[in-house]
């Protein structure tokens, strides 16, 4: 019984993920219960790095009689600093339960310029359109929450031809890391505990589990950077296409610090202007957000050695999609 249960599981998961349309159902309900929850809003709320950066974006880019959207709006935060700039009308739409929280938050400081909307965004229409896209939906992976799909659906049906997304810019990093010794999870393949082996496992060619190899640490975690990072990817919002985001990165790097390379480390910078850039490099900046580790076999390297690494995505909002590697 307990096999045939896991053969049906695993084919619904297959089911979900070769069908787009069942892939964002699967997401948006996750998503929807995921952030229901005032611990994870409390994180975010929480985060000063991330509060400052967004206050002062938005203070920015909002101007008297704008028609805003807000996307995701979960507590509403974005769309309260939006109304200090005396906006026309913000549409602060969210698909969780979370947004009655945001009402009554709205009603307790006085903000009465806000249209709370419980609906999924793909669903949400107006008859006028907006001049800004105000949003937040960024996970530790970037896109893992679904957000160039959602933000340039709203953009393509409801934002005007000179509308502005905030934030719109972002660029995406990598780099080989060496981590603090308490935080190294090396592969079962790799460890020895008092004289038992266990290297009769090939679990990188054997796991089947979505995101297997990845690590999430907080950025105190990461000792140093082996090299310079490399920028994979650049792109805006404002005129991207989703389907031009390439699926192949290959690059080589000069090791700048000798160490053990415990795996290559994902992080982004969320660009609002060219004075305003939330940057997760976990060597700068501590946010809410879990700096993400793919793992690779732990290996020496020397100063002046050359690294190359390969990185992958079917779906970058799909993190069971990702693929990587690492060679001397």
């Known amino acids: 019984m307990r096999k045939l249960l896991v053969n049906i599981f695993s084919g619904i998961y297959s089911k979900f993920k070769s069908n787009k349309f069942l892939s964002g159902l699967y997401y948006s309900v996750a998503n929807k219960n995921y952030f229901t929850s005032f611990l994870e809003q409390e994180k975010m709320i929480g985060d000063k790095v991330r509060m400052d950066a967004y206050h002062k974006g938005i203070t920015k880019g909002v101007k008297k009689g704008d028609v805003v959207i807000d996307l995701g709006t979960g507590t509403g935060i974005l769309s309260f600093f939006a109304a200090k700039s005396s906006p ?13 929280s945001a009402k009554k938050i709205a009603l307790h400081n006085n903000i009465s310029n806000i249209e709370f909307v419980n609906i999924n965004s793909r669903e949400f229409k107006i008859d006028e359109k907006a001049d800004v896209i105000i949003h937040e939906q960024i996970g530790a992976f970037l896109f893992d929450e679904n957000m160039t799909e959602n933000i340039t659906d709203l953009r393509d049906r409801l934002l005007k031809k000179d509308g502005k997304i905030i934030p719109g810019k972002f660029e995406v990093c990598l780099v080989p890391v060496r981590l603090k010794e308490y935080y190294r999870v090396p592969f079962i393949s790799e460890q020895e505990i008092y004289g038992i082996k266990f290297n009769c496992f090939d679990e990188l060619k054997n796991n089947a589990d979505p995101g297997y190899g990845i690590l999430y640490v907080r950025p105190e975690a990461v000792q140093t950077f082996l ?10 919002l404002e005129t991207m296409n989703v389907q031009d985001i390439p699926l192949n990165f290959n690059f080589k790097k000069i090791i700048t610090e000798s160490g053990v390379c415990d795996g290559i480390c994902f992080y982004f910078k969320i660009i609002f202007d060219k004075d305003l850039i939330l940057d997760t490099n976990p060597l700068t900046t501590v946010t809410h957000w879990n700096i993400p580790i793919l793992r690779t076999y732990h290996k020496e390297f020397q100063t002046g050695d050359e690294i190359n690494i390969n990185f992958e995505w079917g779906n970058p909002s799909d993190i069971s999609t990702y693929k990587w590697g690492r060679e001397l």
């Open 88 to 100: 026309k009308k913000i549409y602060a739409i969210d698909h969780s339960e979370i947004i009655n």
């Open 227 to 236: 090299s310079e990072p490399e920028t994979i990817l650049k792109f805006d």
